[in-house]
């Protein structure tokens, strides 16, 4: 199973130009144009394996194919052809704003350990989820999110916490989930959330 990873309406998130056809119903989409002298990070259409897709996390998570000549590449595989097979519904803003609190409470300690009376990190991990679950304003958020910044500049160990804070506030949420997960989580636990 391949993964692309895209912005809403099938347009490039990580780089990359143009758009990419969309299936229709339960058919796959019509198969991108063939690119030709296909390089990493230049030219074809990059696409993820499994271990891959917490290190390329946006707003939308695809199955896909691919076909053609092919050159795997460190956390990507760049192929001359590609197209999207559907849309895998259980990644979304709510999914990703609580996969970022999770990877952020995963590495508090390490913060905590260091400054064991100062509440704020921990604190906007909670404003995250409180916000996803309908329970505070994103004013209420948006301050936590400050505060745990302020705490971020006196503390790399706090810098994770932050990030599920804005995770929660920011309108691209997968991509700062992205940024927590790649530092403290291991890929099973994004797809034990996408698989719950």
């Known amino acids: 199973m391949l993964y692309k990873v895209l912005d809403r309406g099938g347009v490039p998130f990580h780089g990359g130009q143009g758009q990419w056809f969309l299936p229709r119903g339960r058919r796959p989409a019509r198969w991108m144009p063939r690119v030709c002298?296909?390089?990493p990070c230049s030219r074809g259409y990059h696409l993820l394996e499994r271990n891959d897709v917490v290190y390329w996390l946006g707003p939308e998570l695809w199955e896909v194919e691919g076909r053609g000549e092919q050159i795997r590449d460190k956390n990507k595989t760049v192929f001359e052809q590609a197209r999207l097979l559907r849309r895998i519904e259980a990644w979304a803003d709510e999914t990703a704003r609580l996969f970022a609190a999770d990877?952020?409470?995963?590495?508090?300690?390490l913060y905590e350990a260091?400054?064991?009376?100062?509440?704020?990190?921990?604190n906007a991990i909670q404003a995250a989820r409180a916000f996803t679950r309908g329970e505070i304003s994103l004013d209420y958020l948006w301050q936590a999110s400050a505060a745990a910044a302020a705490a971020a500049?006196?503390?790399?160990a706090a810098k994770p916490a932050y990030a599920a804070a804005y995770a929660a506030?920011?309108?691209?949420?997968?991509?700062?989930?992205a940024n927590a997960a790649e530092r403290t989580w291991q890929t099973t636990q994004l797809f034990t959330y996408l698989e719950a």
């Open 37 to 39: 002298d296909i390089a």
């Open 103 to 109: 990877c952020a409470e995963h590495v508090l300690g």
């Open 114 to 122: 260091q400054h064991p009376t100062d509440a704020r990190p921990r």
């Open 153 to 156: 500049v006196n503390s790399a």
């Open 169 to 177: 506030a920011y309108a691209a949420a997968a991509n700062a989930a």
